[in-house]
Nanobody, 119 residues
């Protein structure tokens, strides 16, 4: 059974920084992409940052220049360094992975970690 385990959320003041971590565990052949999405109350989940196995990286316009995604292939992990945080970054952040399980690509999600930016 595949699991994505996240850590690193919390409360931070505007202008502060947080680092989210996520590690994939379980049985799978390969990773196509890993990334982070976020959701606020009443809104659909939106992509924040995505890193593909090719190395291509995508960011939402709202976080470009402030957030940095990285991946450790040896640990099947993905990280999100969030700097210059703003109150509008407050959301539940979800780790995402596209994994090859038994020859079928499928999407997997972490349980979510809350990030609150407030003074």
């Amino acid at each position: 059974q595949v699991q994505l385990v996240e850590s690193g959320g919390g409360l931070v003041q505007p202008g502060g920084s947080l680092r989210l971590s996520c590690a994939a565990s379980g049985s799978f052949f390969s990773i196509n992409a890993m990334g982070w999405y976020r959701r606020t109350a009443g809104n659909p989940r939106q992509m924040v940052a995505l890193i593909r196995d090719s190395g291509r990286i995508e960011y939402s316009d709202s976080v470009k220049g402030r957030f940095t995604i990285s991946r450790d292939s040896r640990k099947d992990a993905v990280y999100l360094q969030m700097n210059s945080l703003k109150p509008e970054d407050t959301a539940a952040y979800y780790c995402y992975a596209s994994l090859d399980v038994s020859g079928i690509w499928d999407d997997y999600w972490g349980q979510g970690t809350q990030v609150t930016v407030s003074s």
